[in-house]
Each structure stands twice: as C-alpha cells, then as structure tokens.
C-alpha cells in the first residue's frame, strides 16, 4: 500500500508514479462527495486553511475554497492587495504571521517560480502550490490526469497532444511530469518560439506542426497564451496563431472518435479553441473543473494528514 508522507505539494516533478496514483484514487473517494445530497464530510473539522493568492485567479481559488469547506475546514481568502504585502511587507514574514495564528494549511499561487517550496521549507504548516510563475501548477497537472483516467480508462499508452505557449506555461510542466512518469506519450505542439527544444528533456516529443500530429491522438489540451509573462512578440498575432494551431470545427472533425479535448481556462474562444468544439462532443473541460475540486479535496486531506503528525 503506498503512503504519503509529505506536508506540502509543491512540484509534481518530484512525485513518484506511486504517489499520484494514490492521490488520484483518494480523489476518487471525494468526488463522490459532491454527488451527495449532503455535499460535506468532517475531514478537515477543526482545521483553518489560508489561501494566499498573490497573483489573480478564479477557477482555482475558488475550486480550493469549496473543496476546504467540503472537508468542515475553516477558510480565510487573501489577496495581495489585501494583505501587508501590499505595504512591503515579505512573503515570509506574512506566511509566518499566519502560522502564529495557527493556520494549517497554506495554498499559495505567486508570481515567482519557487515561491511554495520557500515558504515550505519555513513552515510547520502544510503548504501547497495553486501556480507559482512558470514553474508548476501541480493540481491542475493532477487533475488533467484524474480526467484522462476517467473518462479513457488508463493512462499507460495514451498519445497526448499539449498545444501551444508552452515555453511560460506551468500547467504544461506540471501535466508533463505526470503523463510521463505513468506510462503516456506526450507530443509538444506550437511556433518555435512557444515549444523549444530543451522540453524534449523532460521526455516529451516536440513537432510544430499540429496537422501532422492531429488524428493520432487520444487527448488534445490547448493552452492560453501567457500574455502576462512574455516580455517580446513571440509569433506574428493571434490570427495566424488560430490558423496554424488553433483547434477549429475542421480540424476537430479530424479528430479519433472518443478523443479528448482539454483546456486549463481561461479560454480566448477563435484563438485557441473555436467555441463549437469548447462546447462539442469532444469537450472535457467542464469535467476537468468538476475534477478539480476533487483533486483538491484529495490533496488538502493528504497534506493536512501528515502536517498534523509532524506538528504533534
């Protein structure tokens, strides 16, 4: 039986194939929670959870809320324009300051890469990443997996296509680290500029070309353009952008029957992912956002577990 011995989930890059299995069956057991009458389980009673979002989210800021309120956790939500950080205060000292009000838990999301880990490795309270600048954004990693399990039955095998601004994208480093570590093959798809070479380390094959690609794959996950964190033009505009790896009714119609189509959100519909296929047959994506807070559920009561007998 595999154990989790860890307080924190910083990273997926350091997870065994073991341990995301066993996260994904413990969420398993959660989802069914929210297919109750009664949507709560005592889990977490008694325990205060913080989400620290330094950088603006909705989706998942809202998905760890709910999914802490489902465990009869206490929640309080900060912003950075909310919190002293705003009056130049450290995210260290902020942190710190929580956890002298005996908070358990921390969900960070931050605009530096390694932000999680630092405060981590400071904390006696679990601490667990909702993003952290390009680095990893491992629920989502998490749940993208949970989903492909789901809905195809294994993962071993699987030919995953991620499309797009990889090169910025920390969902994209967080779903490689775990379809690879079990067993699927991971095709990097997008301009030069978004898709270098150096991924090809992590185990992922590259092409810049999605219409050689598109009709072997089991799961296509188109990503958004990171906007915000590119500091130069790195393809000529968004038109010709949709015309070379934007997922249209045509290319779709080329699709495996079954197929899988993904997006992490927000979706810019006519860029990326045309709104008829957003909503067609092929469309998973409101099942990845269902997922997720069952992933979540699944991580804060792993995490908690283990902060609780480090802190006894």
């Not at 889990?43 to 913080?50: I, P, Q």
């Not at 092929?282 to 283990?306: E, F, K, P, W």
């Amino acid at each position: 039986m595999t154990s989790w011995n860890r307080k924190d989930l910083t990273d997926l890059a350091g997870l065994s194939a073991e341990e995301i299995v066993h996260v994904l069956d413990t969420a398993v057991e959660f989802k069914s929670v929210g297919q109750r009458k009664l949507k709560k389980v005592p889990s977490l009673r008694g325990k205060t959870l913080v989400n620290l979002f330094v950088e603006a989210s909705t989706r998942t800021r809202t998905s760890f809320e709910l999914a802490a309120v489902r465990l009869s956790a206490d929640v309080v939500n900060i912003t950075a324009t909310s919190s002293s950080l705003s009056k130049g205060e450290s995210l260290k000292d902020t942190a710190k300051n929580l956890e002298a009000l005996s908070v358990d838990l921390i969900v960070l999301r931050h605009a530096a890469a390694g932000a999680p880990q630092f405060l981590a490795d400071r904390l006696r309270a679990g601490v667990i990443s909702a993003g952290d600048g390009s680095h990893e954004h491992p629920t989502q990693g998490l749940l993208d997996v949970f989903t492909i399990r789901e809905r195809l039955g294994r993962l071993e095998g699987v030919k995953v296509g991620i499309v797009g601004d990889i090169r910025f994208s920390r969902v994209a480093r967080s779903n490689i680290h775990a379809l690879t570590k079990l067993g699927a093959e991971v095709t990097l798809i997008g301009p030069p500029t978004l898709v270098p070479r150096e991924f090809e380390k992590l185990g992922a094959r590259i092409t810049h070309r999605l219409d050689d690609v598109l009709a072997g794959l089991d799961v296509i996950n188109l990503l958004r353009i990171q906007h915000e964190r590119q500091k130069a033009g790195y393809f000529p505009g968004t038109g010709e952008y949709a015309a070379l790896f934007g997922l249209n009714a045509a290319r779709a119609a080329r699709l495996k029957p079954g197929a899988l189509v993904m997006h992490p959100g927000p979706i810019h519909r006519g860029t990326e992912l045309d709104g008829a296929v957003a909503d067609g047959p092929h469309s998973v994506i409101l099942d990845q956002v269902t997922n997720g807070l069952a992933v979540r559920m699944a991580v804060l009561y792993l995490c908690a577990s283990v902060a609780q007998k480090e802190d006894a």
